[in-house]
């Protein structure tokens, strides 16, 4: 019990930045864990967790009652700046896996970690903001490129063969 009087408080305090909306993050955590069975030396790894994709989901429940700010610019937001900006098949691949619901807390993971590269911070930048190790963001990122090609692969099957390899 003297996890939820002071430790989750510091945890939330450190993933939402010093935002003074952690205190309902950890409101809100606890009403999602308090009744599964988590052994109390496992509480602060899983509350932590649970902190994080519900403060950085942008679907999360939290997220939605609380409509907290977005850190990043809307990945849309490039088109409006640049007149001459052209929208290529791979970017068009990337966004729509990018707005796809994530299957798992696994995906999602990998997909903000993921967003916040391709938004222009480093590896570094992003250990400051989540206090996630360098090791970690680096395999999420590894992560995301296989089920991006994955993705890919099996949105562009092609079932006829090609021209070239039809016998004449």
């Known amino acids: 019990m003297e996890f939820w009087k002071k430790e989750a408080y510091l945890i939330a305090s450190k993933i939402t930045g010093g935002n003074p909306i952690s205190s309902d993050l950890v409101s809100h955590v606890y009403l999602l864990v308090h009744e599964l069975s988590i052994r109390q030396e496992d509480l602060p790894r899983v509350f932590a967790r649970y902190a994080y994709n519900q403060y950085n989901w942008r679907d999360s429940t ?3 009652l609380f409509k907290t700010y977005d850190d990043l610019p809307d990945m849309d937001s490039r088109q409006s700046d640049d007149e ?3 929208v290529t098949k791979a970017q068009e691949l990337l966004d729509d896996y990018l707005h796809q619901s994530p299957e ?3 995906k999602m993971f990998t997909k903000e970690i993921t ?3 391709l938004m222009g911070m480093t590896y570094r930048e992003i250990r400051t903001l989540t206090g996630i190790s360098l090791d970690t963001i680096h395999l999420a990122i590894k992560q995301f490129k296989y ?3 994955d993705y890919n692969t099996f949105t562009n099957r092609i079932c006829e063969s090609s021209p ?3 016998s004449s």
């Open 62 to 64: 939290f997220n939605k």
């Open 84 to 86: 001459s900006y052209q």
């Open 104 to 106: 798992d807390d696994q």
């Open 115 to 117: 967003k916040m590269h």
């Open 147 to 149: 089920d991006l090609s």
């Open 164 to 166: 070239e390899l039809q």
